[in-house]
């Protein structure tokens, strides 16, 4: 892809962008619309977005198919672990308000179903942002036939 | 039935069209994909019926505005002062307890909010899931079928199967 | 300590297996995947016997998810018919573990087996999840996690058919799902709630709303095709086919019985069997499409020659067994039908790895391969016989219990042509087995199976277990029929 200048530009421009307004989605999920699967689709597509115009060699110098795919687990194991952790703190299967803490409360550190939701989604994001980015990687992978 | 009765339930009617048309592409299909974008008119036309059913009259986004959300917290505020000093841990059951009763009474008494039913909508996020999750593998069993038939054509690929 | 996990062993049941899951991808090796999907499915059994004990003594075990109670947060519910369903459920998925890895190692290339397990695991999670949840949601969201894990452990088989097997389940599957999710939509239409027991208060009966109506036949369809019923049956045969030989023991034995344990739920529960038999002819209509599938697959497997598939038609004969039952709605046919379910799984399990076996010794489930192998393999061999007598119904087997507890309800409710039918419909079981066991023992041997060597005891010895409990629970059924019977008792005493 060395001949299409003005797609290769306007694409190195828009993808920070892209993965500003995933984080965005992301992070600003808990006060808004939004949340872990829209950030981590949007994410992808940053990420996808890469991948087609500077080919999948390029992509996958960037993310790794095997980091992708350890982090498709990792974001689940998030998702559950938190679980675990507000068991293991004595409540219900992600009974939030067990997390509820005092730690640093003048720096804003979410506590509660603030920090449960927050795990939540960092999880949920983690692991649609490596899902779809495999989906693309398996796809693209394909020789022709 | 009269006109408005049928002009009236026109989200049902754009559901069962949609998932007609799915539905007869799945059945009438001969080529692999078309059978795939079948199936994902079919669940659309779900993810419809559900959301349409969450939607009320007059009903806004079911996010308490800011201004409420503030005189409410005030209020839960003004309310839980005697039980400003206890432990974080307890005190936020009882907060939120306290918000969402007053919140109740302020709306009920200054603006009277209808929300729409977020639930369907947030079932229908998961049901997205599961119709990505759906579609990738279809697409995914499609490629692998194409690498080893050479067509996506069923009726060619049952063909060959029966040479063999 | 004990306490607190005993506390929590519902949930743990379901997130075992899901944490397990994407640990094997972490660990990215083979086996290391297997020991980790081993350990927990064993746990994991353990952890639904206990429950099963506990409801037994103690009655409905009720978990509310993030401390939210029901009906606005979902509740896990596990009664004896539930627990009796996943112990069998988690039962066979760690048993057909222990006679995973030389099979896998034979069918499925190396580079996937951690893929594998933790498929394997998924599926399992969603398969417990349809058993213990009580919200009807979650029924949905687990059956598409367990149907989406099979599509992809059934497309490993070896030959190029198995993508294709697992695409048209997948598309049956997935109307079968949709259709399942627009009953959903148009029950909570009707009651504004997804929680089972919430629903059954609220949906009114007298009159047979047409929303109710309407919500009913698309969840009986869709449950119908997962079931595999007669005449929606068509992506089974091949799905059992072509899948790996440890993907359909699997399969085969654990999930269109949790299918016709979420129908029975939502039958006996929701719709109540008031206006699903009397104001609506769903029994009849279930008697008639059993009886026919009954006949119809197993004439159809008597032709086969490929072993696998064949006992796939039979599956979908044996389906018709347990839904026969159900359509009685006496306590004895529909006992009948859950101990059926439990006594299929054990026997087609047994079968389906019998069958793994022959295929790991002699590279081929073609019937015209396994002449003779009788004499090489004669431990294999005989565990078929066993296990066949069981699927026909001969007494001391566990096939007898429920072909004896079926033809009793048939009896009690005076339907004598279909008793009769059903003993007629034996006998074609008896043929499709015999012509395998004719083939196995007085066949001359193929060139392969004289040179095959007895199947290694690793996968001997869980095909023993699985055939020796048929005989087990042939003879001794307190806890198969006599378990049934109570979760029979308390399906039908709960409703009015």
Redesign the interface.
């Known amino acids: 892809m060395t001949g299409f200048p003005i797609i290769r530009i306007i694409t190195k421009l828009l993808i920070p962008y892209i993965l500003l307004f995933a984080f965005y989605v992301q992070f600003h999920g808990d006060y808004?619309?939004g949340g872990g699967?829209q950030a981590g689709v949007i994410f992808a597509s940053g990420l996808i977005l890469y991948g087609l115009v500077f080919g999948l060699h390029a992509i996958k110098k960037v993310a790794p198919p095997?980091v992708i795919?350890?982090c498709?687990?990792?974001g689940?194991?998030i998702y559950?672990?938190t679980?675990?952790l507000t068991?293991a703190l004595?409540?219900?299967?992600?009974?939030?308000?067990v997390l509820?803490?005092?730690v640093l409360p003048h720096w804003h550190v979410p506590?509660?179903q603030h920090l449960g939701i927050f795990l939540v989604e960092l999880g949920v994001g983690i692991t649609v942002t490596a899902v779809m980015t495999m989906?693309f990687y398996?796809?693209a992978g394909?020789k022709q036939? | 039935m009269t006109l408005e009765s049928v002009a009236g339930l026109y989200n049902y009617w754009v559901v069962i069209f949609l998932m007609m048309t799915g539905f007869y592409i799945v059945l009438a299909r001969k080529n692999l994909i078309k059978s795939v974008i079948g199936l994902n008119i079919f669940q659309t036309s779900v993810f419809l019926l559900y959301i349409t059913m969450g939607k009320v009259e007059g009903g806004t986004a079911p996010i308490v505005p800011p201004a409420i959300a503030a005189a409410q917290a005030h209020a839960a505020h003004g309310s839980d002062a005697g039980h400003a000093a206890t432990p974080h841990v307890e005190g936020a059951h009882e907060v939120a307890h306290a918000a969402l009763q007053h919140g109740g009474e302020l709306a009920s008494t200054t603006t009277e909010i209808i929300y729409s039913n977020p639930l369907p909508s947030v079932l229908m996020l998961t049901a997205i899931v599961v119709g990505i999750a759906t579609t990738a593998l279809a697409l995914a069993l499609v490629v692998r079928i194409r690498e080893d038939y050479g067509t996506v054509d069923e009726e060619r690929i049952l063909e060959l199967d029966r040479g063999e | 300590m004990i306490d607190a996990i005993f506390a929590h062993l519902p949930i743990l049941l379901i997130v075992m297996p899901l944490v397990a899951a994407p640990c094997c991808v972490l660990t990215g090796n083979g086996r290391a995947a297997y020991a980790l999907a081993l350990v927990v499915s064993l746990l994991t059994f353990a952890c639904s016997i206990t429950l099963l004990e506990e409801t037994l003594v103690h009655g409905v075990v009720r978990y509310e998810l993030g401390d939210w109670s029901p009906p606005y947060g979902i509740e896990y519910r596990v009664d004896i018919f539930s627990g009796f369903v996943m112990s069998f459920v988690s039962g066979i998925g760690a048993i057909v573990l222990v006679y995973a890895p030389l099979s896998v190692r034979d069918e499925i290339s190396e580079s996937k087996h951690y893929l594998f397990y933790a498929t394997y695991l998924l599926c399992m999670t969603g398969l417990l999840g349809m058993c213990v949840t009580g919200d009807l949601f979650n029924v949905f969201v687990f059956l598409e996690i367990s149907s989406l894990s099979s599509y992809a452990l059934i497309s490993l088989g070896r030959t190029r058919r198995a993508p294709l097997a697992a695409f048209q389940y997948l598309i049956l599957g997935s109307i079968g799902a949709t259709f399942i999710l627009i009953g959903i939509g148009l029950l909570y239409q009707m009651t504004g709630t997804l929680n089972m027991g919430d629903i059954a208060a609220r949906v009114p009966h007298e009159h047979g709303p047409r929303t109710v109506l309407v919500a009913f036949a698309f969840l009986t369809v869709g449950l119908c095709v997962k079931m595999a019923v007669f005449p929606l049956h068509t992506w089974l045969p091949n799905a059992y086919t072509y899948a790996p030989s440890v993907v359909t023991c699997f399969i085969a034995a654990t999930a269109t019985k949790v299918s016709v344990y979420a129908f029975v739920r939502i039958i006996f529960e929701i719709i109540t069997p008031g206006f699903a038999f009397d104001v609506l002819p769903l029994d009849t209509e279930l008697m008639l499409f059993s009886l026919v599938g009954i006949f119809i697959a197993s004439i159809a497997a008597i032709y086969q020659d490929n072993v696998k598939r064949l006992l796939a038609y039979s599956s979908v004969a044996q389906i018709g067994y347990m839904l026969l039952g159900i359509s009685m709605a006496t306590p004895t046919g529909l006992s009948a039908g859950i101990v059926h379910m439990f006594n299929h799984a054990l026997i087609k399990g047994g079968l389906f790895m019998v069958a793994g076996c022959f295929a790991l010794r002699l590279g081929s489930v073609q019937l015209s391969d396994w002449k003779g192998a009788g004499r090489t393999m004669p431990l294999t061999s005989l565990a078929w016989a066993i296990g066949g007598l069981g699927l026909i119904g001969v007494p001391l087997t566990a096939g007898f219990i429920s072909k004896w507890l079926l033809l009793t309800s048939a009896f009690e409710a005076g339907r004598w042509p279909v008793a009769a039918l059903m003993l007629l419909s034996s006998l074609l079981a008896v043929v499709y087995i015999w012509r395998v066991v004719e083939t196995l023992f007085f066949a001359e041997p193929s060139e392969a199976a004289a040179n095959a060597t007895e199947a290694p005891l690793r996968m001997l010895i869980p095909t023993y277990v699985l055939i020796g409990a048929t005989l087990v629970f042939g003879v001794w059924t307190s806890y198969s029929a006599g378990i049934a019977r109570q979760a029979a008792i308390a399906l039908l005493g709960g409703t009015p």
Do not use: N
């Open positions: 808004g619309p699967f095997i795919e350890k498709m687990a990792l689940v194991l559950a672990g679980g675990v068991m004595g409540g219900k299967f992600l009974d939030y308000s509820e803490h005092d506590s509660g989906i398996a796809f394909r036939v």
